[in-house]
């Protein structure tokens, strides 16, 4: 069964940070693209990061500087670091996974299956 698990979200204060965790089973993360989506309260669910299986990153633009995505293969587990955080940082955080052709990484409709998400608060 091919399952993504999300951790590490939590409550933290303004310009604190944290690290998010994709964890695969199933499959082998490093033949995928892993996506992190995020949805915060009454809005829609926007894409924030991701890595493509030749290693390529990238950022929504909001983010850039300030999160990184990273991939341990011994582990089959895709990291997000969230620095400098900000309220506006706050939501469900999702990761996703997905591979073939048409690769567009901020598209939800790409990714082939999802994690259930983990929380992230920032308070002000």
């Known amino acids: 069964q091919l399952q993504l698990v999300e951790s590490g979200g939590d409550l933290v204060q303004s310009g604190g940070s944290l690290r998010l965790s994709c964890a695969a089973s199933?499959?082998?993360?490093?033949?995928?693209?892993i996506g992190w989506f995020r949805q915060a309260p009454g809005k829609r669910r926007e894409g924030v990061s991701s890595?493509?299986?030749?290693?390529?990153?990238y950022y929504l633009d909001v983010v850039e500087g300030r999160f990184t995505i990273s991939r341990d293969n011994a582990k089959n587990t895709v990291y997000l670091q969230l620095n400098s955080l900000k309220p506006e940082d706050t939501g469900v955080y999702y990761c996703?996974?997905?591979?073939?052709?048409?690769?567009?990484?901020?598209?939800?409709?790409?990714?082939?299956?999802w994690g259930q998400g983990t929380q992230v608060t920032v308070s002000s």
């Open positions: 996703a996974a997905g591979r073939g052709s048409g690769y567009v990484w901020h598209l939800l409709q790409w990714y082939d299956f």
């Open positions: 199933g499959f082998s993360l490093e033949e995928y693209a």
């Open positions: 890595i493509n299986s030749d290693g390529s990153t």
